[in-house]
């Protein structure tokens, strides 16, 4: 009963979130300063988790492929694995872990000091004040933190292949380009928009259920990370299924 009417709970906030929508040129200037929050302030934690990734997916590519499969579909394993799945996959948990809980505290900071109750004293619908910038600046952000997550996966995967398995510059972009599709990019950008729609819609529901002092903040913030890492990679294969099944389909 608990989980139902949890359900019932968010659907109600997606709800008068929708509503609100007409009236987001009013909180445009709050919407940039989450973007910014989300997006710039995630990029040192992705930069590095990117690049070693790419490193490391050319390194078992080519370990997987030795005396079966020429180096150069190196390239092309690094290249298709990291559009359609790492990139905004790892993407999403690490900037879940970080941008979930930080919404999911300081929604939560304000419910249990009454700052949201004051918001409403003063006429302030709270859902269009706080939790509708969140949720477009994720929508719209993590897609963008994607595309620099993917280019420096392949860069690091480059640098992986001729560093450590000596392969030439010229192969390595030969096999990335050998099977790349358009497909493949649009693919990872609808996912991380899921994504990111997911991450900011669970801080957000999480702080505002957020009681009893500080340890409700704490509990708001564990559970926001840990439904946000769960939805992404459940959501992960129901689009996976949709994409490649369905839209996707040759």
Not at 76 to 85: A, D, P, T, W, Y
Request: include cysteine; charge should be neutral.
């Amino acid at each position: 009963m608990g989980a139902v009417a949890e359900l019932g709970e968010l659907t109600i906030l997606v709800g008068r979130m929708i509503r609100t929508l007409p009236k987001l040129h009013k909180t445009l200037r709050l919407t940039l300063v989450q973007m910014n929050e989300m997006g710039v302030g995630s990029l040192p934690l992705v930069v590095v988790t990117s690049f070693f990734t790419g490193g490391v997916a050319a390194v078992q590519a080519a370990y997987q492929f030795q005396g079966w499969i020429p180096d150069k579909f190196v390239g092309s394993v690094v290249g298709r694995s990291v559009l359609i799945e790492l990139g905004p996959v790892l993407t999403g948990l690490v900037v879940g872990g970080r941008v979930g809980a930080s919404i999911a505290a300081e929604l939560g900071t304000m419910k249990v000091t009454e700052q949201i109750d004051a918001l409403e004293a003063l006429a302030i619908d709270s859902i269009r004040y706080l939790v509708l910038p969140r949720f477009i600046a994720g929508a719209v952000m993590i897609p963008v933190v994607t595309i620099f997550a993917n280019a420096l996966a392949i860069f690091g995967g480059l640098l992986a292949a001729v560093g450590s398995i000596g392969m030439s510059t010229g192969t390595y972009i030969e096999g990335l380009r050998f099977f790349f599709e358009m497909s493949d990019v649009w693919s990872g950008m609808i996912k991380s928009l899921v994504f990111g729609a997911i991450i900011a819609l669970m801080g957000c529901y999480y702080g505002l259920q957020t009681s009893g002092g500080a340890e409700g903040v704490g509990r708001s913030a564990t559970r926001a990370v840990v439904s946000s890492c769960l939805l992404i990679l459940i959501s992960d294969y129901i689009l996976a299924e949709f994409l490649f099944s369905w839209l996707f389909a040759e």
